[in-house]
């Protein structure tokens, strides 16, 4: 998708930003955060490729337990949101 956004022989400056947003229910990354957010970087150098390509990964296991949610806090709206549990249905 990323490739194919720029018509042929045009400058790459002239791509837009590609945003991938995972949202996930494991554990994949070693440690507590709940977000994490990766650029790609050369590997010895650790220069950025590029300022258009950004990957997200929100780890669902890895939400704090909500105790009150602040509905003026964006951060816990969302939270919320995916620490919402499901209801039974009337069938079951």
């Not at 150098?45 to 296991?61: A, G, I, P």
Request: charged content about 25%.
């Amino acid at each position: 998708m990323f490739s194919f956004a720029l018509p042929r022989c045009e400058n790459c400056k002239g791509l837009l930003e590609t945003i991938s947003i995972s949202i996930i229910n494991f554990a994949l990354f070693d440690c507590e955060a709940v977000h994490s957010e990766f650029a790609l970087p050369e590997v010895n150098r650790h220069e950025k490729l590029s300022d258009k390509q950004v990957y997200h990964f929100f780890e669902l296991t890895k939400l704090p337990i909500l105790t009150a949610i602040d509905s003026t806090n964006e951060k816990d709206l969302w939270l919320a949101l995916f620490n919402a549990k499901q209801k039974k249905s009337r069938n079951n």
